[in-house]
Every structure is written in structure tokens, then in C-alpha cells.
């Protein structure tokens, strides 16, 4: 299957390579130039790292978590790695990093407290996590741990959610937001935690859940604080603009939103009108979009206020962007804000449009989940091989008139090649390479001529790089080349396990080498998982300019293990995650960083076994085991085997499906 896939990539992205030889010559000239901090520029690790992921005078990869008030002694990635490895837990691995997770609730709590002070609001600020961002038990665990002191809470989007939060969650001051649609379970549960202290909201998200949460707490004995959900006419730029705006199937529109004030008003019940919420949508890139949805639902509380009803609390959703590619642009995989100006102009906002209203000030609530988690995983992937496509020179043939002429045709592109005409040759070869494709599938070129054909075209591939390379300006037409000579390194992971957004929606992650970084990446490359799945190919790559589609990496050593990091990965990855091809989840390890550059292993999680993922889908591993008994027993009779080699066969069967998903180098 692999050899399938490797097939089709070459196919589709018509990869070749320099050879050898002009590979060493480059890298000699060019070993005394490069250094650490082209390694930095090239990966773009300074910009969209936050600070967190540095490049260490050895070059490797560290992870600090230092703050304001303490240092933090920058720990390599390898370090960590080679640690979990001695613990017996093997690679593909996501990292947990504590530490970051606690900055970045500090860091979003202090930044609100500040934008509080300065502009002299009334108001207080409480944050609240969306599980369903990354819904995972340590993940709440430690949010519910750091979030303490600054009262962070949880919001959930279904009674899945609500149970998780309910038990993990301590603090009585913090809040605990019920959104998502309700039947009388979920709002029987949200009142039962108001009544045993919580400060749990329920949100309307439509307009017929009124109703049932009013009989709900009238059976229960339980004034509800009750939330409203608003469907904003302001639209947002980015990929997930559609949760705002008129047509957005989420919240209530204006005419529903004054039937349920009239209804309060009827029972008598507004005082349980406390809060209203809005969410635009996540990973907003445009400050101005946040200012305008912020606007206009600040209207919108003041308006319910002067209805009569007590509010207090105002839920602006989440949306705060995390910058992928670290542009600093309004581009979708970036933000042009940073987050201190996202609170300050959240806060000056209300502020003002309160005041002209002489609105009392409410508590603010922002759901931020992807900017609290995405820094906190890294996944460290192995790379298990590389195809390089490299020309065959002892089958390079004389031209000679008994061969095919789109032979004759492609051998006389190297002769003719000139920094001139390097853009024709360019496409000549490309145009030759593929008719010879075409007439072997109509059977007039034979295998070996084909092969004859493809390795031609690699040479000359070669050249035209190579005259490229020696030419002052830019070729604008050989744009592809990179691309045409990339390899395809093949790392030990699924993106549809691992990375689903990568998959489903184009998203990027900075990706780069995790070590080597004082040597010169020299060869261009689109990164393969293990999957049989032609989309099983990461070929686009964060860049400052650009997007880029193929990422510059190390010559792969034997006997050597070469590390990538996929970085920002914690948001929204693990849940959506599938079983393609049955690989499971991958080992968890959860490291908190300790000042002096140590680090201590705070979690291991054992991935799926392969018995695990074959148990979700139905199988039953010991049913599996004992139909293989039988299936060899038969065997021993008929005599193919030898009992003892029946023997050998069930326990390596046994250990299989114990093992990890993934290739294991240890066997
Ligand atoms: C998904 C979601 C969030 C999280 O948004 P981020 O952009 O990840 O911060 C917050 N609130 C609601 C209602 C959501 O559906």
C-alpha cells in the first residue's frame, strides 16, 4: 500500500531530485554560511513561537515557559524526548506542556485585569474554557487547577460536556456556561448544580427552550439564571465566519429576543435575565470585526437593562485568534491584533457604549479556548524513510534512431539547454515526460523505455536546476521547480488522527526539524504520513509571505533518528480525530518544566493499542485471537506448520495486538 501511495505522489507532484553530487558541492559551499539564525528565519520559529519555542545555540529546539515574575531555563525538545524514550513510550508522541497552558490563563486573566484598571471599569472579568476546544481529562484537570485563582470556569455545549464539567470543576465563583441545545435532561442538570452552589448559566439558544427550563425550575423549586443567546448581524472575515451573522443557526434573532423578555415579564420572572451572550465565530484575524460584534451587542445589553431586566453578565464567546504563521496580518491563519489590545479594546468598547447609556458595568466573560490551548501541544513525530527520486545514469542511452522519439526528443533538451531557453526546456521535458506516460497506457512504449524515459527526465530536471541555481534573477516561470524535485519523507503518524484540521479545512501548522538546526537543510520535501490515503500528505507550510509548499529539511542519516515537531496543535485536534486505516491515539506525555532547565514527567498516556481500535470497531480481540488459533490449529493438521512454529505464530499475533498503532522501531 505504501508503495501505491508512493506511486501516486510521484505522479501527482512529479518529484525528482538533485543528484548527489551536486548536492555535496552545494552543501560544502554553503555549510560555512549558514548558521542558527537562518534556521530561525527560514522556520519562522521567532515569530509564531510566542516566545515559547526557541532555537538553543546547539540547534535544537527548547520550550520555555518563562514569565514576568520568573525565569525559566530553556529545555531541548530532544532532551524531553529521549527521557519518554527511556520510559519505554516510543514516538509518535504529543507532548503536553504544563507550563504553557498555565501562561497562557495567566496571561489572558492579567491582560483583562490590566486593560480593567487602566480604562477604570467597574466591572470584573471571568473567563470560561469551551470543552469542546480539547475536551480531554487532563486538559480540564489543569485548566480547572491553573484557572483557580483567577475564578476561570468552563463552558458546555452539551450534557457530555456539562457532566465533565460538573465534576471537575471546584471554585463556586467561577462560571459554568450551558450553550448548546437542551432537552429537560440538560437543564435538570444545570439547576440541580445552581442549586448546590454552582454559578451555572443556561443560555437560550432557541426560542422554544423557554418554556421547558421555566418548568423545569418551577418542578425543581429553583430560580434559573437564565442567559440569552444573540444572533449578530456583524460578519466576521476568516474560516469560520459562519457561526456569526443573520443566517447563523445558532442564537435567538431580535424579534425572539424581545418575546422572551415579554414572557419573563408575564410569569414575573425577568430577575432571572442575567446574561447575554454572542460568539462570532473562532480564530477572528480582524481587530475590527471583534470591535464591531462587541459594538453592537453592547447595544443590545444596554436596551435589555433599560427593559427591566437585571443582566450583570455579558459572555462575548470566544474567536481569539492564534497566530499560525506568525504574519501579524488579518490573513486567516494569523491575527493583526496581539492580546493586549484585544482585551483593552473589548473593555473600551463597553465602557463606552455603557456609559453614554449610564448602563452599570457587568462582569465580562470571553470564551477563549483556542488561544488558552493551541501552544500547549507539540507533537513529535519520527521520520521513518524518504523517497528521493534520483535518475538512473547506467540506463542513460546514446540517442539512436530505433528509440522512440519522445526519447530522442527529451535526450536532446540537456544538449540544448542554455540560461536562455531554460524555461522552454523546462516545459519541453515536462510535455515529453508525459506523452511517454500516454503511450505506455496505450501500449506503444514498453516498460523498460518507460523507465528509460522517467530517468532522462530526472537528469535533466537536475541540469535545469542546477542552471537555475546559477542565475542572478529569479525565473519566474520555474516557480514549480522546488516542487518538482521534492522528496516525500514519510513520518510516523496520521494526519487524520493527529491533525484533522490540516486534513479538513486546510488549516496550517508550523512543522519543522526539531534538531540539526546548525546544519543546512538542503533537501525540499512534502511530509507523508503512514496512512494509505493519497490525502495523507502535508504539501502546504506556514510562511511569512506566503504559504509554501514544500518545507526544507535535513538528509536523513542511518542509524539516526530524525524528529519533526507539528507545533500550536492543542485546539480542537484530538476529539475530531478519526481511526483511518485503524491508526489510534498516540502516546500522551504531560512534562512540566521545572526553572533550572530539568523537567518532570507529570502524565504518561499510553495510546491505543492495536486490540484498542479494533474493540471501537466492533471486534472482539479475544474472538480474534482464538479464530487465529483455529485458523493455524487447521494448519498443524494439514501439516504446513509444525506446532512449534504454531507457537511462535499465536504469540507474535498476541503481542501484535498489544502493540502500539504506529511503527515501532524497538522490534
Ligand atoms: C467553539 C466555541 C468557542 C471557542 O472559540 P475559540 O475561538 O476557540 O476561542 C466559544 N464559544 C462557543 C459558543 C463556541 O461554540
Known sequence: MLFLKIFSILDDMRDISLDREANRLSKKQLLESWDLTKSSELYGIETWGAGYFNVSPDGEVTISASTNSHKNTPVPIVDIIEGIKERGLEPPILLRIENLLDNQITMLNESFQRAIKTLEYKGDYRGVFPIKVNQQEQVIDEITMFGRRYHHGLEAGSKAELIAALAMLEDPEACL?????????????????????YSCFLVIERPGELELILERAAQLHVDPRIGVRLKLSSKVGGNWSESGGDRSIFGLTTSQLIDVVDRLKETGQLPCLQLLHYHLGSQIPNIRDIRQGVLEASRFYADLVSEGAPMGYFDLGGGLAVDYDGSQTNYVHSKNYSLDEYTSDVIEVVLSVLDETGVPHPTIITESGRSTVAYYSVLIVNVLDS????????????PDDSMPE????LLQISTDL???????CFNDAIFYRDEIRQRFRLGQI????????ESIFLKTIEQIAR???SMKRKMPGLDGLDEALSDVYYANFSIFQSLPDSWAI?????????????????????VADITCDCDGVIDRFVDLHDEKKTLLLHELRSNEEYYLGFFLVGAYQETLGDLHNLFGDTNVVSVRLEPDGTFSIVKEIEGDSIADVLSYVEY?????????RKRAEQAVRHQMITPKERMLMVKNFEESLRGYTYFENHR
Open 387 to 398: 523517497a528521493q527520486f534520483k535518475p538512473k545514469p547506467q540506463i542513460i542511452p546514446e
Open 177 to 197: 456556561i450551558c450553550n448548546g441545545y437542551k432537552d429537560a435532561e440538560f437543564i435538570d442538570l444545570a439547576l440541580n448544580a445552581l442549586k448546590i452552589g
Open 506 to 526: 486546510d488549516q496550517v501548522f508550523p512543522i519543522m526539524p526539531i534538531h540539526r538546526l546548525k546544519e543546512e537543510p538542503t533537501r525540499h520535501a512534502v
Open 446 to 453: 514498453s516498460l523498460r523505455e518507460r523507465s528509460m524515459g
Open 418 to 424: 542554455t540560461v536562455k531557453n531554460i524555461q522552454e
Open 406 to 409: 519522445q526519447i530522442i526528443n
Open 620 to 628: 472482539d480481540p479475544k474472538k480474534l485471537l482464538s479464530q487465529y
Open 467 to 469: 542552471t537555475a541555481k
